[in-house]
Each structure stands twice: as structure tokens, then as C-alpha cells.
């Protein structure tokens, strides 16, 4: 069965602090996408970044990376130097091939990031 | 660039009364979904259409109906409208699955 946890329901820092978004998913297949989204005060969702499953390498993306690790299920996101602009809240989502690679979303994770 | 097009933005719906959301994309994507987002929930599938033509249910497609019209519009209707279906409804549409999705700018509705 398809299932995504983001334990950290919110999370607080500075302006300038590293901050990681944690995400750890469960599927039985080999073949799945991973996907992160940010979801401003505005309320829109904005899509940031997708993984498959063959691919572990760590992916870095201006002050975003993201660091995919099989071996504990995990797919973790970073925001080094954070900013105010990075208030939010992130989502990341599963699509497996048993799913139908139907998307899947955990709880989110909302960010706090204070000047 | 108008993406996906949502309406209408805010709805308030007595319980009982019935309503269709209307969705659009001009991307030309084969792939269209509808979620809804309650508070500590995330954003749970409703019904997904993978290419114009077909259907198919999500997590929660209890008391919903769609209408994949053609490949740029998807429809989502409520027969009967219920309190527990008062959320933020978002469509999203993608190149194929599992291709990242692209969401419209939401639609609130309240069930009173």
C-alpha cells in the first residue's frame, strides 16, 4: 500500500537557518515517483521537484536540495539560508506503479520562517 | 499562460443542493485529477482521468461524479451536497502519470 509521512507538522527557524523537511514513504513496488510542493499563504500549489526510483542521486536547485535515500525509504528536502519568501507549506506525494501511479499526498509540513 | 483554470473560486451550498466545479488546462495534458485539502490532511484524490475518455476513482470518490468532457476539461459534481464535503477542491492535470501536476488556484466550498 501506497503511504507518505511527514512527521513535522510545523517547523519554526530564523531567517538564514538550514531547515530539513522530512518525508519518509512506503510502497512495495520498485518502480515510483517521489514529488515535493510548496503551497504558499496563497493557497496555490506549486510543484518543485520529481524523483524516480531508479535515480538516487541528490538533486540541488539554487538553496533546495533534495536527498533520496532507498535505504530508509526517505526523501528528504533542505532549504539552506532560508528566507521569509520560504513560508509554507510543503507537501511531498508518492505515485506508484500498483497505484495506477495515482499521487499520493502526505499531511504536510508547514514552515515558519521568521525575520 | 493561464494553466489550469478553476471555478468558481468560493462556493456556500446548503446541504442537499447540488453543484458541478468546472476545471480547465490549456496545456495540453493527457492527465487531470481532482483532490481535495482538509486541515491536516493533505490533499486526498477524488477521481483522476488519465487521457480523455476515461475515469477512474481515487481515495475518496464517495459522493462525487466527474465528467472528463474532453481533453481540456474536467468536471467534478456533487449530487447532494454534505457538511463532510466542505473543503478546498483543487484540480491538477499532468503531461502523463506520474509527471509532476500542475494545480489550479483552488476552489473553497462550504456545505452548510
Known amino acids: 500500500a501506497q503511504k507518505v509521512t511527514q512527521a513535522q507538522t510545523e517547523i519554526s527557524v530564523v531567517e538564514k537557518e538550514d531547515v530539513t523537511l522530512d518525508c519518509v514513504y512506503e510502497?512495495?513496488?520498485?518502480?515510483?515517483?517521489l514529488f515535493w510542493y510548496k503551497q504558499p499563504p496563497s493557497g496555490e500549489l506549486v510543484f518543485l521537484i520529481r524523483r524516480n526510483s531508479f535515480d538516487e542521486q541528490n538533486e540541488i536547485s539554487g538553496r533546495y536540495s533534495w536527498n533520496f535515500q532507498k535505504s530508509t525509504s526517505s526523501f528528504n528536502f533542505t532549504i539552506t539560508a532560508s528566507q521569509v519568501v520560504d513560508s509554507a507549506v510543503y507537501f511531498c506525494a508518492l505515485s506508484d506503479f500498483t497505484g495506477g501511479f495515482k499521487t499520493i499526498f502526505g499531511a504536510g509540513t508547514r514552515l515558519f520562517v521568521k525575520a | 499562460n493561464a494553466g489550469v483554470t478553476q471555478t468558481p473560486k468560493f462556493q456556500v451550498l446548503k446541504t442537499g443542493q447540488s453543484m458541478t466545479l468546472q476545471c480547465a488546462q490549456d496545456m495540453n495534458h493527457n492527465s487531470m485529477y481532482w483532490y481535495r485539502q482538509d486541515p491536516g490532511m493533505g490533499l486526498r484524490l477524488i477521481y483522476y482521468?488519465?487521457?480523455?475518455?476515461?475515469?477512474d476513482k481515487g481515495e475518496v470518490p464517495n459522493g462525487y461524479n466527474v465528467s472528463r468532457l474532453n481533453k481540456r476539461e474536467f468536471s467534478l459534481r456533487l449530487e447532494s451536497a454534505a457538511p463532510s464535503q466542505t473543503s478546498v477542491y483543487f484540480c491538477a492535470s499532468s503531461e502523463g502519470r506520474p509527471s509532476g501536476a500542475f494545480f489550479g488556484q483552488g476552489t473553497r466550498l462550504t456545505v452548510v
Open positions: 510502497t512495495r513496488d520498485t518502480t515510483y515517483y
Open positions: 482521468s488519465a487521457s480523455e475518455g476515461t475515469t
